[in-house]
């Protein structure tokens, strides 16, 4: 551990390579499995959005509500990833493999405990949770179903994200990508026979995906068992590391739930225009959290890279990674805009059979695929700045950035509903949304152009 964020020493072996062609490498390396492992869990709720868009609009807009609390649920513990992978990382470039898996299994028996609270309090809460929503009797019926099975998977699914961020932070992103094919190939055929073969209808989308996060989260166990074993790593459940590891996640959960309180605040608005701008809402959130668990692929390779990086010393080679990673962020957005906006007219079709939900998606697809390079750079930067383990400024900036939120969040919502259509209501909605996403990139790139994180040893504290 070092004091000083300014130092430049020369990178040692445990650091990052030195030419730009070889960075790159090492980062294509991390990110391209990532990205294909990231993307697993949106494509578990596109795949239950899609078949639900044939049950009925209701449906489409119970689960829209139902899995944004859901997600919100689970998304708050996301620290249990990013936090173990920025420990991890750490220690491993400071040659200190056996102490990195022990963080690593500190991280997953606070998984299992904040996993059986969470999901206790959310399957018997989950008919007042959806009605906080406001939708119709008919969403929040079906979105309580919803909820209340899915709460049984929210245990392996925070076990799923210790896990993969133990990997993660031991340069491993393939073996996460390993457990999300095979979840969501199951995930798959056990929707499309419990929702139309059984007749379960939502309630079939949600039991698929629970045996399917089961199934994921003892796959991967099993792997970072054989990890700990070669490690001769302590596996026992240690009050003392367990509570350092809940303490140090505090900050990442601010920054989480000041995060998740936006999607909250948007989910809100769309409710207020009617089942048919939500179930629209519903399908254009699932599409950009698709799109952004894709540029989120750079900022995994950015945690992993940056916390080994720091901790083996090489400021150096993590600012030259840092540049290379934003830039390509933002192309990634650009791309994935554009084919976005190009293809707003083909995806519709494939979600509902409503044509005014066809319509009002195809709207708000124009404005996430405008966004969508803004998101590149703070998807980026945010994964730079939880690797170096930059969390407690983290915490206050998004705290920030919502509090600036909220006045556009109150503007929206006095918008008429009667006098605007859903259509209509989608540039409302959405473009409230990327003026968040455009504050939360400005606030990034001012702390990324200074030294002040850049903390380099085995620990930062």
């Known amino acids: 551990m070092t004091p000083s964020p300014a130092a430049d020493p020369d990178p040692t072996p445990g ?5 730009a062609g070889s960075r790159a490498r090492e980062i294509l390396a991390l990110a391209v499995p990532a990205f294909f492992a990231l993307i697993a869990e949106p494509l578990f ?10 049950v009925s609009t209701e449906a489409l807009a119970g689960l829209s509500v139902a899995s944004t609390a859901l997600m919100t649920m ?3 513990f996301v620290f ?12 491993l470039g400071a040659g200190d493999t056996r102490g990195a898996l022990a963080a690593g299994v500190d991280g997953v028996w606070l998984a299992l405990l904040l996993g059986g609270a969470t999901a206790a309090v959310t399957a018997l809460a989950a008919p007042g949770i959806v009605e906080l929503f406001g939708a119709s009797a008919a969403a929040t019926d079906e979105g309580a179903t919803y909820l209340r099975i899915s709460a049984l998977g929210i245990p392996p699914m925070l076990v799923t994200l210790a896990v993969t961020g133990v990997l993660r932070g031991l340069q491993d992103t393939r073996s996460p990508l390993v457990a999300a094919v095979l979840g969501f190939g199951a995930n798959a055929a056990l929707n499309a026979w419990l929702i139309f073969e059984m007749g379960w209808g939502i309630a079939g989308a949600a039991w698929g995906t629970v045996i399917a996060q089961v199934g994921m989260a003892v796959g991967l166990l099993a792997l970072l068992g054989r990890h700990v074993r070669h490690h001769r790593a302590p596996t026992s459940f240690t009050p003392r590391g367990v509570l350092t590891a809940a303490l140090d996640g505090v900050p990442l959960l601010v920054r989480t739930l000041s995060l998740r309180g936006v999607i909250l605040l948007t989910t809100w608005l769309a409710a207020g225009f009617g089942d048919v701008s939500l179930a ?21 390779a950015a945690q992993a890279l940056t916390g080994k990086a720091l901790g083996a010393g090489d400021t150096r080679g993590t600012r030259a990674m840092t540049g290379l990673m934003t830039r390509w962020g933002v192309w990634a957005g650009v791309l994935l805009g554009v084919l976005l906006v190009l293809g707003r007219d083909l995806l519709p079709p494939l979600f509902s059979d409503d ?8 709207t ?14 703070a998807y980026v930067l945010d994964g730079v700045l939880i690797g170096a383990g930059d969390a407690r400024w983290l915490a206050v900036a998004q705290l920030l950035v919502l509090v600036a939120y909220l006045p556009v969040v109150w503007v929206v919502r006095e918008l008429p509903p009667a006098d605007i259509a859903p259509d209509r209501a989608m540039w409302w909605l959405w473009g409230a949304f990327a003026m968040f996403m455009v504050l939360r990139s400005a606030a990034l790139l001012w702390r ?9 040893g085995a620990a930062r504290d």
């Open 448 to 456: 990324a152009r200074g030294d002040a994180w850049m903390v380099t």
């Open 364 to 377: 708000a697809l124009v404005v996430v695929g405008l966004a969508t390079p803004v998101a590149g750079i």
């Open 80 to 91: 249990l990833a990013y936090g173990t992978t920025a420990v991890v990382s750490r220690r």
């Open 74 to 76: 689970v998304g708050i």
């Open 280 to 300: 629209a809402h519903q399908v254009a959130m699932t599409i950009w959290g698709f799109l952004a668990f894709a540029l989120d692929a750079l900022a995994i």
């Open 355 to 362: 044509p005014e939900v066809q319509r009002t998606l195809a």
């Open 15 to 19: 650091g990052t390579p030195t030419d």
């Open 45 to 54: 709720l596109l795949l239950d959005t899609a078949m639900i868009g044939r």
